[in-house]
């Protein structure tokens, strides 16, 4: 069980603009620490997409974007390719003195 | 440019303890917010967080792990290691180990990851 809450699977066609909820409590997210986005390609490492919350590495096309509210933070990917098919993870830091994953978001390009 | 690469036994029987070696280059843990962390990943599942040690030695732990991890580093020979004790079929998954440059910041670079099966 992780400590994050994402929904499992989400997809969009080609062009669309989809976006992955990731949901934590007072501890984590609401407690002020950042959150963070991975993407996972079948096979491979993640990659960190967004951190900060908002911040795109070097490299991350600004189709992907990162929001947090509250206890709450979002990711969205805008004008989908296929190519963004992956899975989705998002991360933060607990008050626990840990870092946490959210469960993941299989996404899929219809 | 960051690299991190694991490496361990593949396979592992149970009870056993597992040691597994990430070795980096691109970074110094003598950076001030270095941190190197081990995450992993049962086959068709989520990432797990389990470690991280940073550029002070200051070590954290999973909670529900922490009776059966150490997380060490030698910096002179650019190496953090994991260890976790007595393995069940339950640990089998790949092991990942991640750079970051201040713990807020998430995990910037990964490593490709170390498949390991906890079977008799």
């Known amino acids: 069980q992780s400590v994050l809450t994402q929904p499992p699977s989400v997809s969009g066609a080609p062009g669309q603009r989809i976006t992955i909820s990731c949901t934590g409590n007072?501890?984590?997210?609401?407690?002020?620490?950042?959150v963070h986005w991975y993407q996972q390609l079948p096979g491979t490492a993640p990659k960190l997409l967004i951190y900060?919350?908002?911040n795109r590495p070097s490299g991350v096309p600004d189709r992907f974007s990162g929001s947090q509210s509250g206890t709450s933070a979002s990711l969205a990917i805008t004008g989908l390719q296929v190519e963004d098919e992956a899975d989705y993870y998002c991360q933060s830091y607990d008050r626990s003195l840990i870092w946490v994953f959210g469960g993941g978001t299989k996404l899929t390009v219809l | 440019q960051i690299t991190l690469k694991e490496s361990g036994p593949t396979l592992v029987k149970p009870t056993q303890t597992l040691t597994l070696t990430c070795t980096f280059s691109g970074f110094l843990f003598s950076t001030s917010g270095v941190g190197v962390g081990w995450i992993r990943q049962p086959p068709g599942k989520a990432l797990e967080w389990l470690a991280l040690?940073?550029?002070?030695?200051?070590?954290r732990y999973s909670p529900s792990l922490s009776h059966r991890l150490t997380i060490t580093k030698d910096a002179s020979k650019n190496q953090v290691v994991l260890t976790l004790s007595n393995m069940d079929p339950v640990d089998t998954g790949t092991y990942f180990c991640?750079?970051?440059?201040?713990?807020?910041?998430?995990?910037?670079?990964w490593g490709q990851g170390t498949p390991v099966t906890v079977s008799s």
């Open positions: 991640a750079h970051t440059d201040r713990w807020y910041n998430g995990f910037d670079a």
């Open positions: 040690i940073d550029w002070e030695d200051d070590k």
């Open positions: 900060g919350n908002t």
């Open positions: 007072s501890s984590n997210i609401g407690a002020g620490y950042d």
